[in-house]
């Protein structure tokens, strides 16, 4: 976690860009492996990681219950994302032959695909309307692919990547880093939840017992920090189903543990210590049988001695493991506020 990777997110009392910047609409830039390169040494890479460990700091030691300021921009995206939720239930499965991969999603992404502009309108001010295309790409990136109907850790790299991108045009300021993860981003992770219990969708790129989960890397970073000198619960305390009961709403990284931990109908823990057997969090989740079993990467988390070492460890993990992989990089879109040019020295 090299310090100089750490950048602030606008000050409140910063000027926006000019509303003459250019904007242009994101692409695809990470063909063939070699160009991975130019990934590691763009704008974008020092942008995007420097992002997440700012609000990996922002939220250290911090409950979810924690008081912080919620601004106006703030609670306009949460209106967004409450707005995907509703348009989930308007567009309920279909039956199928096929168990997994409900084609309803279809219909549920269309609507989005056609409003994303629209819903992006609403948190953009009008002075900034020209960079509304530009940032509405990443949102739609952001819920999964239409096609395969899957979602995974690409998918929720593009919403941080929205979210960074309201930052960069002076959207979100320093004030809402809290905010950031522990109204916006923890409302994200309800709806794509819902996304795939509803639409069972596939786990996209999964790595089945080896992976550290199915479809989500990031709320485990930031979780983590959250739990950083706690006074009594340590890391080997998250695979006992008492302490993630009594402190799930306290801290995502527990409230991920309880989701994965969780049947398909929402039924409570099994009886046993590490012997939850369910086909993982979703009925699409390739993780199955007891939890040692089913998540060893976390298990094996759970020995380490200090959630300090845990965060350090999972942000290693994530540049390693996400972001240093062609297969999911290769979907990732770049434009004027995420470049792909080299990282400008100061």
């Not at 209106?79 to 219909?107: C, H, M």
């Not at 801290?251 to 009886?271: A, D, H, N, R």
Request: proline share 6%; with cysteine; aromatic share 12%.
């Amino acid at each position: 976690m090299a310090e100089g990777e750490r950048h602030s997110l606008p000050d409140s009392s910063e000027d926006s860009p000019p509303a003459t910047q250019n904007f242009i609409i994101p692409k695809k830039e990470i063909h063939t492996v070699p160009d991975m390169g130019k990934w590691k040494r763009s704008q974008a890479y020092a942008d995007y990681i420097g992002f997440i460990l700012t609000l990996n700091e922002g939220v250290k030691g911090k409950k979810l219950t924690f008081e912080y300021t919620v601004s106006e921009a703030i609670e306009k995206l949460v209106a967004l994302l409450n707005t995907l939720d509703r348009w989930i239930d308007e567009t309920p499965p279909v039956d199928q032959p096929s168990r997994f991969g409900n084609k309803a999603y279809r219909t549920w992404y269309a609507k989005l695909d056609e409003e994303a502009e629209n819903l992006v309108a609403t948190v953009v001010p009008t002075h900034l309307a020209a960079a509304v295309p530009e940032v509405a790409v990443y949102l739609k990136e952001a819920v999964g692919n239409s096609t395969r109907i899957d979602y995974g850790t690409g998918h929720e790299a593009a919403f941080a990547a929205f979210l960074c991108c309201l930052c960069k045009i002076g959207v979100l300021r320093v004030d809402d880093q809290i905010a950031i993860v522990f109204k916006v981003f923890n409302r994200y992770l309800e709806v794509m939840r819902k996304l795939q219990k509803t639409y069972r969708m596939e786990p996209a790129g999964s790595q089945g017992v080896w992976g550290l989960d199915d479809f989500q890397f990031l709320p485990f970073i930031w979780g983590s920090s959250q739990l950083i000198d706690h006074p009594y619960l340590e890391p080997r305390h998250f695979v006992d189903e008492k302490a993630v009961n009594e402190n799930h709403k306290d801290y995502m990284f527990l409230e991920c543990i309880l989701f994965i931990t969780e049947l398909l109908t929402e039924e409570p823990f099994t009886k046993g210590r590490f012997s939850w057997e369910w086909r993982g969090r979703n009925a699409a989740s390739m993780k199955t049988g007891p939890f040692a079993e089913h998540s060893n990467q976390l298990w094996n988390i759970s020995a380490v001695p200090s959630w300090s070492k845990v965060n350090q460890g999972l942000i290693r993990m994530y540049k390693a493991e996400c972001l240093e992989k062609f297969p999911v990089i290769q979907h990732f879109k770049f434009g004027s506020l995420l470049p792909i040019h080299p990282v400008t020295s100061c």
